[in-house]
């Protein structure tokens, strides 16, 4: 049987089942935005992220190069800030898109 990933809300990091809840104004007032997931179904973990201009606030494509280049960090794990900041704030021009496309990315499912 063939399983089709856009249907999965959740995803195996680091051996632990995670899965976004939202993404919300951040509460912590140095910060833009938090995301609010869940652990193995049991525990939220709530990541603040973003801080300063981004391409979702500018849309300029140089500087999105530009971010991308001096920031080559790991962005391949959902539950972070570097990852949130990277396909959150740099990947696409709004931040409904953006959001749907780190859920894709990560086969974190659709907002519920």
Do not use: C
């Amino acid at each position: 049987m063939r399983i089709n990933k856009m249907h999965l809300k959740e995803i195996l990091v680091g051996g632990h089942l995670v899965k976004l809840i939202s993404i919300e104004k951040s509460k912590n007032s140095k910060k833009k935005y938090d995301a609010h997931f869940r652990i193995d179904g049991k525990h939220d973990k709530i990541v603040s992220f973003g801080s300063g201009p981004d391409f979702i606030d500018h849309q300029d494509n140089d500087k999105k190069a530009h971010y991308l280049k001096e920031n080559t960090e790991e962005w391949y794990n959902p539950d972070t800030e570097k990852a949130l900041n990277r396909w959150i704030l740099w990947n696409k021009e709004d931040l409904d898109t953006s959001e749907m496309d780190f859920r894709r990315r990560f086969y974190l499912g659709r907002r519920t």
